[in-house]
């Protein structure tokens, strides 16, 4: 076939989703719309919910440079999967190390790859992951929190801020941008927290579960069944959060370093805790956090971990 | 969801776990654990009220990586991760599926050296292979896998464990009838350098030393313990000239990639499975 390129296939269309394959099941045979199909896409891949906010959306809340057109010239949208965390046995265990490094399938990322290559190859338009990691500090290039938000999956809650999804709670997020034009479902106009049991909690005694567990490092107030105030300590949270991690890595090497005694050096280099920070290092995906209280609290999402 | 548990739940399960890249799927009596693992270590100790134990294995490496004449190939691309994901996925399809608990065991340690529970015992007790006289464990068809487990309070059908243990292969007997010897034996010997020990008694395969420590340093050569080491090492190196050889070093580097790309530097010493006839599976390739 000279002068011309056959596309390889990719995860959705190895799945067998493409535009005329994605149709309602209802008996019409009647193609998705291209917001539907996306989402679809995501869904079959592993994302537990999947929504749309607009990149115009981002321009009146979030400073220029952390934007999305910021980061794909053209962008006009932004798609956000969100994706399981730990099971309800994980949640159920009495021995808090298994949470610790407990893995995660981080599914929303596939997820969000799979409908970036769906939006490229199938209907034309670029579409880039959005990219989340720290670059300065504890600063992404773009907020998956607000992405969420914006894209009407969840709202920000007393716990630490968490994005909390209304119907399952705890999520993680991902995102995708791409320059094709989609309609933005809503931001979500009741919010997630607090949650009723909260609220009425507060209204008794001043205090709601996620408060309640970790004054170290939350506080907030409730007002008429919303959040009044919240603020959190975000280092304190942090080094509690990322017990193992980049952090305690650096933090055991200065000590090492420092450490004049030879004998000292190789028991501190050897120890339980400098083999975990290095462990975690590597199984990045297996140490996402450490520390779990406020959320582990908090009923919002909790009928998907009462099971058999 | 019905609260009656769904008579080919264990059949729908194991299709699954197949179908998202498993080898093989067996299940365990949670209950079965008491007998051989220490309190602390036993699945209703992970999860209250757990019922099975399910096991995935697979994720080896392939007939041509065991074929491959440089070392440098099974040191550099482990893929034990990917058999991982199956468990996760599993954990998160008992739960959305069938409704009961589902808890994926990290393959991490609870401390030291000591997992939270034996995933070779768990495989053992679901029917998914046997002890070897090298130590992993071997499925009967398909030899050396890798294992992910996954306890649940859901009521699965259990497996019985194998009646007859890959272990000793028919070529490893005559080998000790003729030798005294099998090629694990031979090639890891604990008597000069290496790590193993043991014996055919009535055709069954009796293990009478492991060096834990001596293999485990050989296995992961490149990972956290290279790290310790050249660390240790460079801190206790006066000469300014030295510590800077010592971290641009060949071994700090590889040490690195391994920590860096840790799904694919699973383990650097493969010897004894290297030449297990039980090791390399049933299928002959051409």
């Not at chain 1, 990322?109 to 409908?115: D, I, T």
């Not at chain 2, 034996?185 to 492991?210: D, H, M, Q, W």
Request: hydrophobic fraction near 40%.
């Amino acid at each position: 076939m000279a002068g011309e390129q056959l596309p390889g296939p990719t995860a959705a269309t190895i799945l067998g989703l493409t535009p005329a394959t994605l149709l309602h099941e209802d008996g019409e045979a009647k193609r998705m719309t291209l917001e539907e199909q996306i989402k679809q896409v995501g869904i079959r891949a592993g994302a537990r919910v999947v929504g749309v906010a607009s990149a115009a959306a981002f321009r009146e809340t979030v400073p220029e440079g952390y934007r999305p057109e910021d980061v794909l010239p053209g962008a006009r949208t932004v798609v956000v999967a969100g994706g399981d965390g730990p099971t309800a046995g994980a949640w159920r265990c009495p021995d808090h190390r298994v949470m610790e490094i407990t893995g995660y399938d981080l599914r929303e990322n596939v997820a969000v790859h799979v409908m970036s290559d769906y939006i490229e190859r199938e209907l034309g338009h670029y579409a880039i992951q959005a990219p989340s990691l720290s670059v300065h500090g504890h600063q992404p290039p773009m907020s998956m929190m607000h992405a969420a938000e914006l894209a009407g999956l969840g709202t920000r809650s007393l716990a630490a801020h968490i994005i909390l999804n209304p119907e399952y709670g705890l999520l993680y997020y991902a995102a995708l941008i791409t320059t094709l034009e989609l309609a933005p479902d809503p931001p979500l106009t009741e919010p997630a927290c607090p949650h009723p049991g909260c609220a009425a909690m507060y209204k008794r005694i001043g205090t709601t579960p996620c408060l309640r567990v970790c004054p170290a490092c939350l506080a907030g107030g409730v007002k008429d069944a919303r959040i009044e105030w919240s603020t959190y300590d975000r280092e304190r949270c942090h080094s509690r959060a990322q017990t193992y991690g980049i952090g305690s890595f650096q933090k055991a090497l200065l000590e090492i370093v420092n450490e004049d005694d030879a004998d000292k050096r190789r028991t501190m280099i050897y120890s339980d805790f400098f083999a975990k920070s290095i462990q975690a290092l590597g199984f990045y995906r297996d140490s996402i956090a450490q520390c779990f209280e406020c959320m582990r609290v908090c009923p919002v999402g909790r009928k998907y971990r009462k099971l058999k | 969801m019905s609260d009656a548990f769904p008579p080919d739940a264990t059949r729908r399960l194991k299709t699954t776990a197949l179908k998202a890249g498993a080898v093989v799927c067996g299940v365990a009596d949670a209950a079965a654990f008491d007998k051989h693992a220490p309190q602390g270590h036993r699945p209703d100790d992970l999860l209250p009220g757990a019922r099975s134990v399910v096991v995935v294995g697979g994720a080896q490496p392939r007939a041509g990586d065991w074929l491959a004449t440089s070392p440098w190939v099974l040191q550099t691309m482990g893929t034990t991760d990917r058999i991982q994901s199956v468990g996760r996925k599993l954990a998160q399809y008992i739960e959305s599926e069938f409704g009961y608990y589902g808890l994926y065991v990290p393959p991490g340690s609870a401390a030291g050296d000591t997992p939270f529970i034996s995933f070779a015992l768990a495989a053992e007790l679901a029917g998914l292979g046997s002890r070897s006289l090298a130590g992993p464990i071997l499925s009967r068809e398909h030899g050396f896998l890798y294992w992910s487990i996954v306890i649940t309070t859901a009521p699965f059908d259990v497996d019985p464990p194998e009646a007859e243990p890959a272990c000793p292969a028919p070529p490893c007997r005559e080998m000790w009838e003729r030798e005294g010897t099998t090629p694990c034996l031979k090639i890891c010997p604990a008597s000069n350098g290496g790590c193993l020990e043991g014996r055919l008694e009535n055709g069954r395969a009796v293990r009478t030393f492991y060096d834990a420590a001596r293999c485990n340093t050989r296995v992961h050569t490149h990972w956290i313990g290279g790290f310790q080491k050249v660390l240790d090492e460079t801190l206790n190196e006066p000469d300014k000239e030295k510590r800077k050889m010592l971290l641009y070093g060949d071994f700090f580097t590889r040490t690195l990639w391994a920590i860096t790309y840790s799904s694919t530097n699973i383990a650097q010493c493969f010897e004894c499975m290297r030449v297990c006839p039980a090791a390399h599976g049933l299928k002959e390739m051409k």
